[in-house]
């Protein structure tokens, strides 16, 4: 038994369906709006995995940096006969290593995402691409998205 608020929202459900029947021209509208909105939630999301892959990739440079650090300390109390130090040390890079292989695994699943997302955005760029808009402001937002993924394709391949 549903509450008074899924009766309204059942009921108008059903008025919007029988108006958009009525008023096909609407339903275009009401579709190319929603391709719109949707487009634009994947250029944010698109910019904010971009923004996690960047500061991913920054934190793999400083870890690897980190590593060769380690890795000078351990030669050098191996050096001084300081076997006790460069096994502690060895340890902390075992560490360092397994941190990095995790970071390069949530690397791969932020380029996956990625990947998802572009894929979606072409697939909206040649639903758009193949219907007859006449909108200015649509033709814009279009024009703009394929823009930022050029530039996006560019800045990933390179």
Do not use: C, Y
């Not at 075992?94 to 998802?116: D, I, K, N, P, T």
């Amino acid at each position: 038994m549903g509450t008074w608020f899924d009766d309204l929202e059942a009921r108008l459900n059903q008025q919007l369906e029988a108006f958009l029947q009525a008023n096909p021209a609407q339903q275009t509208r009401l579709e190319q709006q929603q391709a719109r909105d949707r487009q634009e939630q994947l250029n944010r999301s698109r910019l904010q995995l971009q923004q996690q892959a960047e500061q991913q990739r920054q934190t793999l440079l400083e870890l690897a940096a980190e590593i060769r650090q380690w890795q000078g300390r351990i030669a050098k109390a191996q050096a001084a006969g300081a076997s006790d130090l460069a096994a502690k040390a060895e340890a902390h890079v075992a560490q360092l290593l397994v941190q990095g292989r995790q970071r390069w695994q949530q690397l791969a699943e932020l380029g996956a995402r990625f990947a998802a997302v572009e894929a979606e955005l072409e697939q909206l760029n040649s639903r758009a691409a193949s219907q007859p808009t006449g909108s200015l402001e649509h033709d814009w937002a279009s024009f703009e998205a394929e823009q930022e993924l050029r530039e996006l394709k560019r800045r990933h391949n390179h």
